[in-house]
């Protein structure tokens, strides 16, 4: 089970859904943490694409690569963190609603810490990401809907 779940209702085609959240350039127009990110594979993603993506807690930023480890679309896909002292794991699901006219998208997310990370993922990482994982949803929801 995920360390962190969250759940929203969105009023787009799962489609349009999944084009959105698997393009990694928008990351950073729905998600407060999210600096930058980019493919380093070049696009369109595919199972084994690498992505870098640098975000920031607090004043410090921390660049990590993720790594596509599932994709099916528009159903679901899932990134693996490849390094740094605290490796997120996160798997999106898109259920389609009221004929495929809105979205239900499930969010999964957990960490792993390597090193002082192991300290750092608990304490620090986990709260700051369950506290804002509601507002990036919100915020994801307001950008496709509007």
């Known amino acids: 089970m995920s360390a962190i ?11 349009d859904v999944f084009d959105y959240m698997t393009d990694p350039t928008h990351l950073p127009e729905w998600q ?3 600096v930058s990110a980019r493919p380093l ?7 084994g694409s690498k992505v870098r993506v640098t975000r920031r807690m607090g004043k410090r930023r921390f660049p990590m690569t993720m790594e596509v480890k599932e994709l099916d679309p528009p159903r679901s896909w899932r990134l693996r963190g490849l390094d740094g002292p605290v490796r997120g794991d996160v798997r999106g699901t898109i259920e389609p609603l009221d004929g495929g006219r809105r ?16 300290v750092i993922a608990p304490l620090v990482v986990k709260p700051y990401a369950r506290k804002e994982m509601p ?10 809907e509007h």
Do not use: M, Q, W, Y
């Not at 594979?41 to 199972?47: M, N, T």
């Not at 949803?137 to 950008?143: F, G, P, Q, T, V």
């Open 103 to 118: 979205s239900r998208v499930t969010l999964d997310l957990d960490f792993e810490g390597h090193g002082i990370g192991r």
């Open 135 to 144: 507002r990036n949803e919100e915020k994801l929801k307001h950008l496709l």
């Open 5 to 15: 779940r969250e759940s929203i209702d969105i009023s787009r085609s799962p489609d």
């Open 32 to 34: 407060s943490s999210a």
């Open 41 to 47: 594979d070049g696009a369109p993603l595919h199972v």
